[in-house]
């Protein structure tokens, strides 16, 4: 089961917070402590941030994905009941690239984790062929002025982001594009 995939974020955070008697709650925000203090207010057992996933693209998304690979492990809406192993696989991503989830063939936590430096970094610099090839399309078809081509604008931003390349680098690529 695939959600709607929606560009509403260029980056945030995939969080699990374990309940104390061992549950999982799966979910996505901009601030996982902030929302770990929300959540525990509303809580009488102790709540802990188990892990968080720096997410590049649209963590809502990528925290659908990660729903829909633990379904059979699911409690009741975005808590799971989830092995020492699964979560420790969980734990074992530290960041993910939303077009990586995307792209991979039948992807999953567990394969994700176990994806090599060189595959995980090889896949990476397909998605900054990607948005260098977008960049330079519009700017061929006079959509995006060249001229704006600096680090304070928000669509080199968004594609140096979207890329996992500070913006310099992302700008310095794009020039030799052109």
């Not at 560009?7 to 995939?14: A, M, P, Q, W």
């Not at 590049?56 to 829909?68: K, L, M, P, Q, R």
């Not at 379904?71 to 192993?85: A, M, N, P, S």
């Not at 090599?116 to 519009?138: H, T």
Request: proline share 3%; charged share 35%.
């Amino acid at each position: 089961m695939r959600r709607s995939h929606r560009k509403s974020n260029d980056h945030g955070h995939v969080y699990a917070i374990r309940h104390e008697h061992g549950y999982f709650k799966i979910g996505e925000s901009d601030t996982p402590k902030s929302r770990l203090r929300t959540l525990q207010t509303a809580c009488p057992y102790r709540l802990y941030l188990y892990t968080t996933i720096e997410v590049f693209g649209d963590a809502e998304f990528v925290e659908g994905e990660i729903h829909d690979d633990l379904w059979g492990y699911q409690k009741r809406g975005e808590w799971f009941d989830l092995t020492d192993e699964q979560a420790h696989t969980l734990a074992d991503i530290d960041r993910i690239h939303e077009d990586v989830v995307e792209k991979v063939p039948n992807w999953s936590v567990e394969k994700h984790a176990n994806l090599g430096d060189g595959e995980r970094d090889g896949l990476i610099e397909n998605v900054l062929e990607e948005q260098l090839s977008e960049a330079v399309e519009l700017i061929e078809n006079g959509e995006f002025p060249r001229e704006n081509i600096e680090p304070s604008n928000g669509a080199i931003d968004k594609w140096a982001t979207r890329a996992e390349v500070p913006t310099h680098e992302f700008i310095e690529a794009l020039e030799d594009e052109l």
